[in-house]
Nanobody, 121 residues
Framework: QVQLVESGGGLVQAGGSLRLSCAASGTGFRINAMGWYRQAPGKQRDLVAV???????NYLDSVKGRFTISRDNAKKTVYLQMTSLKPEDTAVYYCKVDALIFDGIYTKAYWGKGTLVTVSS
């Protein structure tokens, strides 16, 4: 019912910028919160940033002031603008969408396949 397509990952030098995008498509649902997670090798998957349906945002402490999450409801897309990137930001970044499914009236989380962000020194 919900399909996610991520883009924007890549290799950048420390201090550089990247912009990640995640677009949702399908029918029979309403998107609630949208967020980005990241996972480095040997580490757990952590929440990086989230934006609610009302537009409220929350960030991982280590990215505050450097990353900005936003959403375009018409395009069903969430973005993560990353600036002043550091080597410790290197990870696979995953898009997550929380959706209300109309047939049955239930909520479900959908995950993107992930996009690799590598920041070199």
């Amino acid at each position: 019912q919900v399909q996610l397509v991520e883009s924007g990952g890549g290799l950048v030098q420390a201090g550089g910028s990247l912009r990640l995008s995640c677009a949702a498509s399908g029918t029979g649902f309403r998107i609630n919160a949208m967020g980005w997670y990241r996972q480095a090798p040997g580490k757990q998957r952590d929440l990086v940033a989230v934006v609610t349906s009302g537009g409220s945002t929350n960030y991982l402490d280590s990215v505050k002031g450097r990353f900005t999450i936003s959403r375009d409801n018409a395009k069903k897309t969430v973005y993560l603008q990353m600036t002043s990137l550091k080597p410790e930001d290197t990870a696979v970044y995953y898009c997550k969408v929380d959706a209300l499914i109309f047939d049955g009236i239930y909520t479900k989380a959908y995950w993107g396949k992930g996009t690799l962000v590598t920041v070199s020194s």
